[in-house]
């Protein structure tokens, strides 16, 4: 369906930018000035992203952004299964960084995985003096603890990089030292204005610490790929890596998501990088394209439309054996999915959901909304570049809203104005949301449900989105809104 030809009824650039203006008028001339470019109606045929993307947040206005640091440790680093990841600084940053997104893992707790917290546990003192000694100790004691860790990461929180301390330099002692790869990552929350640059430190300290240090212990096969961008969220490795093999692909390693610090080490040796994340790993795919030859493709596999896009794109780029195992895979899978639309299409045909999430979300899921008859009418990112914009205003009907690192006034005005059935976001909107009376889902983590990607996925993210606004609970709740 081109979206270009996509609208939805009521909906007009002219109104869309009548409800913007509106919103716009609560701030003073200047925050007006910086926030106006963030908001836009959707115009799938410009030549370029309809809003200003990547830059700092105005001050005084609430955003829902995360840091440079959570980029890092919450998103590329934490998922690694079998590393311990060491957050250097006070306790704070490293107890909430880790267990609030739903980054499955297999093995065992302490053994094989290493999902727990470590912080250095920063004091005062250690603001005076330094944390160096400190963090040395630490490590010590985490090769001591669990020897069978792989590695460790070490991640900077704000105090680290403003007083100094030289993680780089213990961990190369630490290498010496433990006979064990110790990663540093000088990641400070403070640096850039988003999550997105923790990201690009993520990716630089990968390509200088990890990649092409190792092999796959089997042998090379024409099908090796590496599936990259995918963090595990709720399962989602574990429905889309079966699918892939079902077409006669070898996914050698998962990046990061329930990922092995061998496997990733070893990627320069595959034949395809697979990215669905784009955002967070889009310059890792460049950097082995450019230093090892490896072409990527950027794939969706929300919804049995973009699924069945997907895989012949993938297939293309293979012999005629994948070609037809993807034609199979398809014809045994879309019969399925058909029963799943047809039962769940007809209660929520029609049905409005606004999105708000960082990540691939706001544009990788709206196909899958439309096949069970919603219409995503507002969508926007936490922590997107232009590039990310340009590829959402191809999925999103004309007109809706576009809204960059929204504010809570900003969306609350929005929800006002388009009443949708559903709003998609993180835990900082929920709560408010629900207690206006409208429909939620938590789509950073998939609401303690999950997988959403993948044929497996679709089933249950019809079903959750259909218990999320068709629940009986709402007739109950008497908002003051």
Partial sequence: MSSTARKIEGITKESTQEMIDKALEAYPEKGRKKRAPHLAPNDPGASSACVKSNRKTVPGVMSARGCAYAGAKGVVWGPIRDMVHVSHGPVGCGWYSWGTRRNMMTGITGVSNFAMQFTSDFQEKDIVYGGDKKLMQLLSETKELFPLAKGISVLSECPVGLIGDDINNVARQAVKELDLPVIPCNCEG????????????????????????????????????ALIGEYNIGGDAWSVKPMLEEIGLNVKAVWTGDGQLEH???????????????????????????????????????????????????????DDTIKENVEKVIAKYDPMMQAVIDEYRPRLDGKKVMLYVGGL??????????????????????????????RTSAEMPEATVIYDDVSEYELEEFVHKLRPDLVGSGIKEKYLLQKMGIPFRQMHSWDYSGPYEGYKGFEVFARDIDMAVNSPTWKFVKSPF
């Avoid at 240090?213 to 089997?218: D, Q, Y």
């Avoid at 070893?266 to 994340?277: D, F, S």
């Avoid at 795919?285 to 794109?313: D, H």
């Fill in 190 to 225: 403070f640096r850039g204005v988003s999550q997105s640059l923790g990201h690009h430190i993520s990716n630089d300290t990968i390509r200088d610490h990890i990649i092409g240090t190792r092999e796959f212990a089997e042998p090379e096969t024409p099908y090796d790929i």
């Fill in 264 to 318: 990733i080490a070893a990627t320069h040796k595959v034949k395809l990088n697979l990215i669905h994340c784009y955002r967070s790993m889009n310059y890792m795919c460049k950097v082995m394209e450019e230093k090892y030859g490896i072409p990527w493709l950027e794939i969706n596999f929300f919804g049995p439309s973009k699924i069945r896009e997907s895989l012949r794109k993938i297939a293309a780029l293979f």
């Fill in 361 to 390: 979300r706001p544009r990788h899921t709206v196909s899958a909304y439309e096949e069970l008859g919603m219409d995503v009418v507002g969508s926007g990112y936490e922590f997107a570049h232009g590039d990310d914009y340009e």
